[in-house]
Structures are given as structure tokens and as C-alpha cells.
């Protein structure tokens, strides 16, 4: 009868008997796993000798003998002689080491599972009833999706003395976009502190219990002020619950992100940043405007537009072969141009407005410099928009459509 255990090798000694690639493979989980390993074997593979020639792990090149285990924790065997590695399991089983038999049709009194993990939750799989390595691995691979897709119960039901921070980028909005990281930590908060922006969808899937908290600014309007959102990841946290700040685009892309960090590592909370795929580059590709291009734009300039426009951000606006991505800006886009034109940038500079990107209601305004205010007020031009100024705009770089002055399209 088979138990599952959780075995923790951290600096004990394993000894791997054979050094082929089935022992290497084998070798490599174990190292992960923070074990001190020492290889019998007469030969061995390049990447063990590699390892070996590191002072990585300790290869004795010669063949095994029964007191090779007698200071070991736990023994794998996997020579390609069912003789040796019987008499490996044997010696082994003398001395009360777990061994792990590799060898084809070979028994062993250990085995190694099949192995995922998300977060701090590792899952194995092995079979009861005779080694079926194929199948476990189609098991796990199975959980393993799962668990990416945030759909098991990942949760703590024991409450540290100190929880977490996760700064998670949700992307431009569709709950799709999300990365594997992100849906593993939404699976495992106890309370998730979101914007207005970004991937709201995923709400809903969380469970009941779940504290939402709505910290969404709007243009001219921030309810929950940046240092009142700091506290309050910090005093959740400091409860011993695990906080997912869930953000539009990138953390650190106008997402004050930096400042959240530095509140929560003041405080002596563990913290770590989930990278999200910034509006400034994904909105833009939803309208089919890529923000750098070959022989087109190589150089991408990302800028609040609600800031005076810095030197460096004139300069970009007046050069043929950079893109200028302003985030912010509807309200800000009169001065915005006034200053471009005044500091010398083109006003047959091709601009794109990309109005609610990702969504149902996205509409793109293609314009130029020049005549970029006129066209936004005459198609009421509205947030969430990101403005993209460049060669890249051109309404005919990438897709065959003929270019109409100031046209609104879906």
C-alpha cells in the first residue's frame, strides 16, 4: 500500500546509483529540492560530469558498494542492470533508506511523484498499484492547468501571524489576458483591492467570502486617496491575510506600484510584483498600431500626458522614427499638441486615438497633429483612451484601408 509524503531533503545527502539520463532528470528534481547528492556510477552523462566538475554534486566514479548508504536519507537507483539496482533496494532497506527504483519492472520502497506546484501548494501524483509514470504525469499535467486557471481551492485555511502583498498587472481588461501568476494568486487571496480599470471580470469567480474592495479613480475623481490604499494593504496584511492588489496594465506603468512597495516593505510586509501587459502597448495593438515597427519607429516613448511634456518627450514627438504613447491625456491633449507643434513636431504627424481598447466599445480616431483637438472634440473623445503619436499611426501601415481624415472606427 502506497502513502503520500512530503519528504524535506533540504542539506541531506540523497545517493544516485547509475548516471544516465533517467538519474540526471531524477538528479536535477532533487538538487531543486535543496539535497546534497552523491552519484555512483562508473560513467556518467556530460551534464552530470558538468555538475560534478562544479563542486555542483559529489561523483564517484566506480561501481556501488552496500556501505555507500550508510550516512544517506533517501537513494535513487537507475543503472540499466535489474541485478544491481535489486541489490541497491536491498542495501538500502537494510540501513532504512527510502530508495527509488528507476530500473524497468524494478520495486522499489519509495517513488517520486509527479510533481506541480502554485505558490507555497505542491501537488504530487503516483499510482498505488504498480509504477505508471505516463499516467501521472497526464494527471498532473491536468491539475496543473487548473490550478493556472485560479480554479481550485488554493485559499489558506490556517492564517499566518503576517499575510502578503501581491501587486498583480491585470492587462488591458480581458480576464483572458491574465497571466498564469496572476490567476494563482486571485485563487489564494483572502481580499483583493482593484482599480476601476483592468480585469473586473475576475471578480465574480471568487469566492463569497472574499473581501472586494473598490479603490478605482476616475479623472478628477479619487475616492481612496494613494496613501489611504498604502494602509490599507498594509493593516490587511499585518491580519496575516493574503492581499491581492489588483491593478489595469503593468504595476509599475503609472500604476504607483513602487509606492505601494515601499509602503508595505516599511511596515515588514512580504511583498512581490506580478508584471501585467501595459495598456501603452496593448491598446495600441488592439487597433492594429504597433508602437514600434522596422524601418518605421524603433524607439517607443511612454508618457503622462498630464505632466508638462518633458524636453526628452518634445524631442520624441519631432523625431520620424520614434512613437509617442500618451497615457491620460484626453483631458490634457489641447496642451499636450500645442506643445508638440510649438517645440517644431510636424503637424502631418499621424495620431491614433484608441478609445476603450480590449472592450466591446473600442473605437479608434485616426487624425494627425495638426488637427488631432478639432477631431477629438467633433468625436467626442472620451476615457479610458490611450493617444498614440507617430509614423506607426498611419491608418495604412499594417492594415489595407484607405486613410480618412479624422474617421471614427470600431
Known sequence: MIALAGLDLTDRLVVCVGAGAVAERRIDRLRAAGARVRVIAPVATAGIAELAAAGELDWHPRSFSDDDLDDAWFCHTATGDAAVDARVVAAAEQRRVWCVNAGHGGKG????????TSGDVMVGVVSTAGADPRRSVAVR???????????????????PLVGSVALVGGGPGPVDLLTVRARALLAEADVVVHDRLGPTGVLAELGDDVEIIDVGKRPQHHPVPQDE?????????????RVVRLKGGDPFVYG?????????RAAGIPVEVVPGISSAIAVPQAAGV????????????????????SAATLAALRDDAATVVALMGVSALPRFAAAALVAGA????????????????QRTIRTTLGTAVA??????????????????????????????????TG
Not at 490604499?229 to 491575510?241: D, H, M, P, T
Not at 504597433?290 to 511634456?309: D, K, S, W, Y
Not at 503619436?389 to 495604412?396: K, L, N, S, T
Open 141 to 159: 499535467d491536468a491539475i496543473a492547468q487548473r490550478l493556472a486557471e485560479g480554479a481550485l481551492p488554493l485559499r489558506r485555511r490556517r492564517r
Open 290 to 309: 504597433p508602437v514600434t515597427h522596422r524601418g518605421v519607429a524603433g524607439t517607443l516613448h511612454i508618457v503622462n500626458a498630464q505632466e508638462t511634456p
Open 229 to 241: 490604499i498604502n494602509a490599507l494593504l498594509v493593516e490587511r496584511a499585518a491580519r496575516g491575510l
Open 109 to 116: 520502497t519509495a517513488r517520486l511523484a509527479a510533481e506541480t
Open 375 to 408: 477631431d477629438a472634440e467633433t468625436h467626442r473623445l472620451a476615457n479610458p483612451a490611450v493617444l498614440v503619436f507617430g509614423e506607426v499611426a498611419r491608418p495604412d501601415l499594417l492594415l489595407p484601408v484607405p486613410a480618412v481624415h479624422g474617421e471614427g
Open 256 to 264: 504607483r506600484g513602487g509606492e505601494e512597495v515601499l509602503a508595505c
Open 346 to 361: 510636424p503637424a502631418d504627424r499621424p495620431v491614433a486615438f484608441v478609445e476603450n481598447g480590449h472592450t466591446p466599445a
